[in-house]
């Protein structure tokens, strides 16, 4: 059995007192499993004129336009646990649904791929790690898409619901690390848009 390590993402789902969208938990491989630490460690990236940009994992991107970027952090420690890179954009404000305010995010995360067994570091296994830990968290996975793009690259695709929100991860992976996009909001359409509207590119 797998276990996982707690990774808060954003607030972005709030009744009357805060409650935590995204806070659920990310994959950490097995303790038995031979992994290796990674030759050249990322950085957590900088923000230029709204746009993230990280070179040690060759990607930048910008979101949609009424979300703003927060400062990239990198959680983990290298060589015991897995490495995250982190960053987030939130809206200024949210909108009530069903009877909560929800308030729309999107969140990006780089996880190093070394610290994973070599059977699963791809995107398909490693969107099942997310849905399975999404689940045990309370959301729904919902049927919708399997696959989608931000800005014409291919990604695989897992819708969730919980309490009124809607939330869309994307996964795909290059030669180091799980690349994921989480789109959260009031609904379908709303996290639709948020995909839409954010311009990624890879950097070599």
């Known amino acids: 059995m797998c276990d996982y390590r707690a990774l808060v993402f954003a607030t972005a789902l709030v009744a009357v007192t805060p409650f935590s969208w995204s806070q659920r938990e ?23 004129q709204g746009t993230y940009k990280n070179a040690s994992i060759g990607l930048e991107f910008t979101p949609a336009e009424n979300l703003h970027l927060q400062e990239p952090e990198m959680k983990g420690t290298p060589g015991s ?32 791929l070394a610290y994973y067994p070599e059977d699963q570091r791809n995107a398909p296994r490693y969107m099942k790690k997310v849905i399975r830990a999404n689940e045990a968290e309370g959301f729904q996975h919902v049927d919708g898409e399997t696959s989608g793009q931000i800005s014409g690259i291919p990604f695989i695709r897992a819708d969730f619901a919980k309490r009124g929100g809607r939330e869309v991860v994307l996964v795909t992976t290059n030669n180091t690390h799980a690349l994921v996009f989480i789109f959260a909001g009031s609904g379908l359409e709303v996290t639709n848009k948020l995909i839409a509207s954010t311009k990624l590119k890879f950097t070599p």
């Open 81 to 112: 646990i897995p490495l995250l890179v982190t960053v987030q954009a939130l809206a200024d404000q949210g909108v009530i649904s069903s009877l909560f305010w929800v308030r729309s995010l999107t969140v990006f995360y780089a996880d190093a």
């Open 26 to 48: 990310t994959p950490q491989p097995r303790t038995n499993a031979t992994t290796s630490t990674p030759n050249v460690l990322p950085t957590k990236g900088l923000i230029e």
